[in-house]
């Protein structure tokens, strides 16, 4: 048994400095060879579209709604009581779904004068000239629901504004000494997702990948809002495209 006992201990030792006397040499680069790896893909590629309105806790819903608005609302924006479930498969290249209205031909329709008045987001169905402006904000189906608030909020002070981007219509005009551009099929301002590019999840750009489902909430800014008053659309129209 003492014999048993002094060699562990002089193996355990050996192991002790085997262990501790490695050392890792320095890496030296001495020679490159790049080469070149191509996938060559042909074909027409798949581009499939299906939207389905859902609560917030994931129920089959019909409508976008704002329920039990009182006003005035806190910030101006509040999200909407149900989302948008996007499914697509985009594997064409130039493929995308976009997400806008055509109020000047809704019912009711907008009224105004687009180079005056933006008409996306909720046509006023008394004053058919003015509307409540909407914003739009993707998400991958685990992410937690955002945070309604207004796009052009200083995104170093509220960070939930760079996931916001503002909806446009089919008749949005360049308005002079304003934000607002005319609206162009397929821009990115519009594109929820894209084939080439990804999710559109942030003001700023897209992230790469294939999102074959996706959230989409939307928020209004009810800071112009009086009441009694009914705020509508019935186009707003989600449109995979190829360009």
Do not use: C
Not at 3 to 9: E, Q, R, Y
Not at 19 to 44: C, D, I, M, N, Y
Not at 86 to 110: C, E, H, K, M, R
Not at 142 to 165: G, I, L, M
């Amino acid at each position: 048994m003492t014999h048993s006992k002094a060699t562990k201990g002089l193996t355990a030792l050996a192991l002790t400095v085997l262990v501790t006397g490695f050392s890792h040499a320095a890496f030296e680069s001495r020679q490159v060879v790049a080469k070149t790896a191509r996938a060559v893909l042909s074909g027409a590629g798949t581009v499939s579209l299906s939207v389905n309105v859902k609560n917030l806790n994931g129920t089959a819903a019909t409508d976008i709604l704002w329920n039990a608005v009182t006003l005035p609302v806190a910030g101006g924006f509040k999200l909407a009581d149900t989302y948008l479930e996007v499914a697509s498969v985009l594997t064409q290249s130039g493929s995308g779904v976009q997400i806008y209205t055509d109020n000047t031909t809704a019912t009711p329709a907008f009224s105004g004068v687009p180079t005056a008045v933006d008409p996306s987001g909720l046509v006023d169905n008394t004053n058919t000239a003015q509307r409540l402006p909407v914003a739009w904000a993707a998400k991958v189906p685990a992410d937690p629901q955002p945070v309604a608030t207004n796009p052009n909020n200083n995104q170093t002070t509220d960070p939930n504004a760079s996931q916001w981007v503002y909806m446009k219509d089919a008749q949005t005009k360049t308005i002079p000494n304003t934000t607002t551009t005319v609206f162009v099929p397929g821009q990115d301002f519009v594109t929820i997702v894209s084939g080439d590019k990804g999710g559109h999840f942030t003001q700023t750009g897209f992230f790469p990948g294939q999102f074959p489902t996706l959230k989409v909430y939307l928020a209004a800014d009810f800071g112009g809002a009086v009441t009694p008053r009914t705020y509508s659309t019935n186009k707003l129209t989600v449109e995979s495209f190829v360009q």
